[in-house]
């Protein structure tokens, strides 16, 4: 446990972004398996839908430096490809 006012201080806000990091983190994980959800359903605009959001997020994770650029750029890359697949085999 702390001794100084401002390690004490320090210990609140880290467990604050500690949180924060955490619900944006699962909100990228929630919003990927609901595009596979909707991709294995072949509804191909809802799983547009939830990409374009599933993609602000990660953009936002990554400038923020929660996750890797690349990391980031991985992630939409493999959403997008897997999104193109449905709407290939469905045309």
Not at 10 to 36: G, M, P
Not at 60 to 89: F, P, T, Y
């Amino acid at each position: 446990m702390p001794n100084l006012k401002s390690s004490k201080k320090d210990v609140r806000r880290i467990k604050k972004r500690r949180e924060r990091n955490s619900q944006q983190k699962s909100a990228i994980r929630t919003y990927a398996k609901n595009i596979l959800k909707a991709i294995k359903a072949n509804n191909k605009e809802e799983a547009q839908t939830l990409y374009n959001h599933f993609a602000s997020l990660v953009d936002k994770a990554a400038k923020k430096n929660l996750i890797h650029k690349k990391n980031a750029d991985r992630k939409k890359s493999r959403m997008s490809k897997k999104i193109a697949a449905i709407q290939k085999v469905a045309a």
